[in-house]
């Protein structure tokens, strides 16, 4: 058996099931944050063997739905300047900005690419030397730290034409936004594996810290989720808040120094603009002064008209969890993967595009 | 200078008569293409024949890849269509549009790769064209391949058969195409050994049929992978389709890609695969038939046919939850985190 089908064991996942079953006995509402998790739920048919108890909420953790609209149609505006040529991840060129999308500009002739790393980003640049290579930064503590290993190491090679545009944001800081809108109670949250690999399970410490709400880092494979579930379960009848890590084959409890010192030294904490939170401070990453002329908000004067509003989306309760997507009055009808009206529609990891292509079995 | 393609060799004049003897005539010599006419004349052996007929175009990046190039992509391709009817193919036409500035290397390699590949399929290329467009207009080379072939009497498939009951086989893993091309896309580049598992897909059927004559529908599941080829058979046939995704074989190395860029491997393409669907009485000796062809050692019974929920495909998963499988939208874009 490999290490992936031991967490996809139907045997042991059956008795965790039994263990949930037996434990469940008050409703408890849990947030899984990040996107991966919600699909990965979805795809394995894990609603289909919970209790009626264990109600299961979307969270913020979608890069893309997260990235304002004023920061797309930005990143869209600077793809249009001549010469550019825009990278970024693959999923990022579907979303639609208050206008138009990436995929639209690329149509229209932009240079977009898509890449699976910012060092492929490098090579590009490396490859180009004579055309300004702007890479679109997305994404949480997981990817800003390869975002500032590409800056590192183009400082290093003195390329100038290596650029990044960073629309970076932090987990705790939006997790802490959703509790104190309190527009959703909570029993509990599934800690972003990935994330709290680089970040560490002590900077959840603050749930049952200050919240009294318990958090288990889960990994992404069905037992991994299952267990966090049954830890949460638990810690819930108990009424006993604490951090389950039920993911230690990657997250320690201090997390990646070396990857938080990348990150700390390319980038500055500042505030951001998340859709669906508005402004909140101290939630996002921008480039260092001393780091400036990699900056793609610095160095380029694109400047696009300003941001429309999309009519009827409401992807911002999906992503504070208010609203589960199958409530949303859009969803599958106004709104579907062909035809998506918001972002978490379009997102390979947005919480309507997991509910809609992975829908349970009709009763 | 350089070998390459230049916009004289679409031209029509003596230097595109060049490219054509030099590098088309002799790997794919047959007497049909050898008489140079305006159209190729073909006589079938039956008296009364059922013609298949199919045509696809091939604009694979990069145009050599692992396990295959794009030459034998296009044989195999428009074979495995014509075959999905469960004819016999029996000629091709080739139509290449070349990019000016591509190494006549490169067109060299994959036409020999096509000759090798409709012989190994046995079908003959009976016609062709090419034209040339300008750099920047064009990924390289564009082959459109069409192909003809004869049904043989009492075979009747088709996408609307499928019936209430009837057993749902896959002749083996799934995902080795879609997963080995894009190790190679530039900017997406990973380690991986695999190798695309295209191949042509007719000797496969032919010895199918022959343990398995009832079969009601064959379809290859390329672009949109196993996903998109049950929801086309589920709604075309207007019944429902239920899966169990653990016995659908995916290589490790598939399921390692998949899982570090989020994929579905259910949504990656594949090349050299069929989907069976079977009456039940037949299910048996066809899983067997599949197993005995070397394209088929992998072949595994993963579901059934059913008059509940017509035109839904639904996969119980590998640890016992329920879901849908839904049609797949667009390209696969890895995801961010």
Known sequence: ????????????????????????????????????????????????????????????????????????????????????????????????????????????GADVRVVYSPLDALQTARQNPHRPVVFLGVGFETTAPMVASAVLTADAEGLDNFFVFSTHKLTPPATVAILNAGEVALDGIIGPGHVTTVIGSDAWRFLPDEYAIPCAIAGFEPLDLLRAILALVQMAEDEDPTISNTYARSVRAEGNPAARQAIDQVFAVAAAEWRGLGTVPRSGLQVRE???????????????????????????????????????????????????VGPCMVSAEGACAAYHQYRGWPS | MKDVIRLAH?????????????????????????????????????????????????????????????????????????????????????????????????????????????QEAGVQIVAGDTKVVERGHGDGMYINTAGVGVVPEGVMIGPDRAQPGDVVLLSGTIGDHGIAVLSKREGLAFETD??????????????????????????????????????ELAETSRVGIEIEEGRIPVRPAVAAACEMMGFDPLTVANEGKMVVIVPPQEAQAAVEALHAHPLGQNAARIGFVTDDHPGLVLARTGIGGRRVVDMPLGELLPRIC
């Open chain 2, 194 to 231: 695999l190798l695309s598992d295209s191949a042509a897909l007719n000797g496969l059927v032919e010895s199918l049929l022959s343990a398995a004559p009832l079969v009601h529908c064959l379809r290859d599941p390329t672009r949109g992978g196993l996903a998109a080829a049950l929801n």
């Open chain 2, 10 to 118: 679409g031209a029509g004049g003596k230097t595109m008569n060049d490219l054509i003897r030099e590098v088309f005539a002799t790997p794919l010599d047959n007497r049909y293409l050898r008489q140079m006419a305006d159209s190729a004349v073909v006589e079938p052996e039956h008296r009364n024949p059922r013609f298949a007929i199919s045509t696809d175009s091939y604009t694979v990046r990069p145009l050599i890849f692992p396990g295959g190039d794009i030459g034998s992509l296009a044989v195999h391709g428009t074979v495995n269509d014509v075959a999905m009817s469960g004819a016999r193919p029996l000629w091709l036409t080739a139509s290449f549009i070349l990019e000016e500035g591509l190494s006549i290397a490169t067109l060299k390699h994959v036409v020999q790769s096509m000759a090798e590949a409709a």
């Open chain 1, 1 to 108: 058996m490999t290490l992936t089908e031991r967490f996809r064991d139907p045997e042991a996942a059956r008795v965790v099931v039994d263990r949930i079953r037996a434990r469940s006995n008050r409703p408890v509402r849990l947030m899984e944050f990040c996107g991966g998790h919600t699909h990965a739920i979805l795809r394995f048919g894990i609603p289909s063997l919970l209790p009626d108890t264990v109600d299961l909420r979307s969270g913020p953790g979608c890069p893309l739905c997260v990235t304002s609209a004023e920061d797309l149609d930005h990143a869209i505006a600077l793809a249009e300047v001549p010469d550019v040529i825009l990278t970024t991840f693959g999923d990022m060129i579907r979303v639609p900005g208050s206008r138009t999308s990436l995929a639209d500009a690329k149509a229209n």
């Open chain 1, 290 to 340: 001393v780091f400036r002329r990699f900056d793609a908000r610095y160095v380029f004067s694109a400047a696009p008209p300003p941001s429309l509003r999309p009519s009827g989306c409401r992807c911002g309760e999906v992503l504070r969890g208010v609203l589960s997507p199958p409530e949303c009055p859009l969803f599958g009808n106004a709104c579907t993967p062909r035809n998506p």
